[in-house]
């Protein structure tokens, strides 16, 4: 943490700025601690880098160039106004191109390695309001300042490939465990991405509208907001194993986390002295951050946030592995102790 004495107000918005922020100021543990984990797995980025290689960036950028509306002064301006003020206030360097893509589906993404742009559907900017777009726009820039648009488009990538690779099980096995782990991955970095979203546009309704509406909402009057929150609360505390067995099947192949369980992550955060001490301006700086040299760091405040979750979920599934996890610590203890061993030096021999 700094002093806030770079704090300002955006140039063309009574928003805070946030001079020079890294992303690391409001990265979720868990995708930290996910992204540190895909660092450390050896040999992985070879595999990532040959992956990227195999194909043109330049084909990505040409297909959206021939394919959807980019965003400028002269097409979609109003939005162009979003993507420049949203990008001012993250104090990115240079603000990512946007497309407009037809798709009657709801759908954002940021895709790209070395000029990620940003890719918007139609149907999601016809079903959402100015201030909630505002915040979809903010969450792909907070992929982007993230570094996430890189394995994102790896991943797209993957996927394309994994069904060219359907008739070969060894290499489709293999690409398969590639792929749960940056699924894994991204499903936490969303969470990161819903972070920054908010601090763009400092306006948690505007995210949960768009969370409402993504999870089913076509009339918010018809809506009620505790009953919505309440629904999260009941998922995660699921008083039946058979239940708890269903979360991990459902979510094994999605790329995003659903949409429930979003909003009430993210209107969590808002609620938080976190979120607080960013908008007052005490944040860490990209000048003072070196990612690289904090992987224990990040391994170990991912870690934490795990054992938090599984200490106060309720979850069956989870207090079974808790239960178990804790016999087996404490009949290990005793078993060192009859011995006159102590367990965390039993490796040194």
Same mark, same amino acid.
């Given at each position: 943490? !700094?002093?806030?004495?770079?704090?300002?107000? +955006? #140039?063309?918005?009574? #928003?805070?700025?946030?001079?020079?922020? +890294? $992303?690391?100021?409001?990265?979720?543990?868990?995708?930290?601690?996910?992204?540190?984990?895909?660092?450390?797995?050896?040999?992985?980025?070879?595999?990532?880098?040959?992956?990227?290689?195999?194909?043109?960036?330049?084909?990505?950028?040409?297909?959206?160039?021939?394919?959807?509306? #980019?965003?400028?002064?002269?097409?979609?301006?109003?939005?162009?106004?979003?993507?420049?003020?949203?990008?001012?206030?993250?104090?990115?360097?240079? $603000?990512?191109?946007?497309?407009?893509?037809?798709?009657?589906?709801?759908?954002?993404?940021?895709?790209?390695?070395?000029? $990620?742009?940003?890719?918007?559907?139609?149907?999601?900017?016809?079903?959402?309001?100015?201030?909630?777009?505002?915040?979809?726009?903010?969450?792909?820039?907070?992929?982007?300042?993230?570094?996430?648009?890189?394995?994102?488009?790896?991943?797209?990538?993957?996927?394309?490939?994994?069904?060219?690779?359907?008739?070969?099980?060894?290499?489709?096995?293999?690409?398969?465990?590639?792929?749960?782990?940056?699924?894994?991955?991204?499903?936490?970095?969303?969470? !990161?991405?819903?972070?920054?979203?908010?601090?763009?546009?400092?306006? $948690?309704?505007?995210?949960?509208?768009?969370?409402?509406?993504?999870?089913? +909402?076509?009339?918010?009057?018809?809506?009620?907001?505790?009953?919505?929150?309440?629904? =999260?609360?009941?998922?995660?505390?699921?008083?039946?194993?058979?239940?708890?067995?269903?979360?991990?099947?459902?979510?094994?192949?999605?790329?995003?986390?659903?949409?429930?369980?979003?909003?009430?992550?993210?209107?969590?955060?808002?609620?938080?002295?976190?979120?607080?001490?960013?908008?007052?301006?005490?944040?860490?700086? #990209?000048?003072?951050? =070196?990612?690289?040299?904090?992987?224990?760091?990040?391994?170990?405040?991912?870690?934490?946030?795990?054992?938090?979750?599984?200490?106060?979920?309720?979850?069956?599934?989870?207090?079974?592995?808790?239960?178990?996890?804790?016999?087996?610590?404490?009949?290990?203890?005793?078993?060192?102790?009859?011995?006159?061993?102590?367990?965390?030096?039993?490796?040194?021999?």
């Amino acid at each position: 943490m !700094t002093d806030n004495t770079e704090h300002e107000v +955006s #140039r063309s918005t009574s #928003r805070v700025r946030f001079p020079r922020i +890294s $992303p690391r100021a409001y990265e979720h543990p868990a995708d930290r601690g996910a992204m540190a984990t895909l660092r450390a797995v050896p040999g992985l980025a070879e595999v990532l880098k040959t992956v990227a290689g195999l194909f043109s960036e330049r084909g990505e950028r040409l297909m959206a160039l021939a394919s959807a509306i #980019r965003v400028g002064e002269k097409q979609y301006p109003k939005i162009n106004q979003l993507r420049l003020e949203s990008a001012e206030v993250l104090d990115l360097d240079t $603000p990512p191109n946007l497309f407009i893509q037809r798709s009657p589906h709801a759908n954002a993404m940021a895709i790209g390695i070395d000029e $990620p742009f940003i890719v918007v559907t139609s149907g999601l900017v016809e079903a959402i309001d100015s201030e909630s777009l505002r915040w979809v726009i903010g969450h792909e820039m907070g992929h982007v300042l993230s570094g996430h648009a890189v394995l994102r488009t790896i991943l797209l990538r993957l996927r394309n490939m994994q069904q060219t690779m359907a008739l070969l099980p060894p290499g489709a096995l293999a690409l398969r465990a590639i792929l749960a782990a940056l699924n894994e991955w991204f499903r936490k970095a969303e969470l !990161t991405a819903d972070r920054a979203g908010l601090l763009v546009g400092q306006d $948690p309704a505007a995210a949960l509208r768009t969370h409402l509406y993504l999870a089913g +909402s076509t009339d918010l009057t018809q809506i009620d907001i505790p009953s919505f929150l309440q629904q =999260a609360k009941e998922y995660e505390e699921v008083d039946d194993i058979r239940d708890s067995i269903h979360k991990l099947r459902n979510v094994e192949g999605m790329s995003h986390p659903f949409s429930v369980v979003r909003a009430a992550q993210l209107q969590r955060w808002a609620a938080s002295d976190e979120y607080r001490e960013i908008l007052t301006g005490q944040y860490l700086r #990209r000048d003072d951050d =070196a990612p690289t040299s904090n992987l224990g760091d990040d391994l170990r405040s991912a870690a934490k946030s795990y054992k938090d979750s599984f200490t106060n979920s309720t979850d069956p599934l989870v207090s079974l592995l808790n239960t178990v996890g804790s016999t087996i610590s404490d009949t290990a203890g005793k078993v060192f102790s009859k011995f006159g061993a102590r367990p965390d030096n039993s490796a040194a021999n």
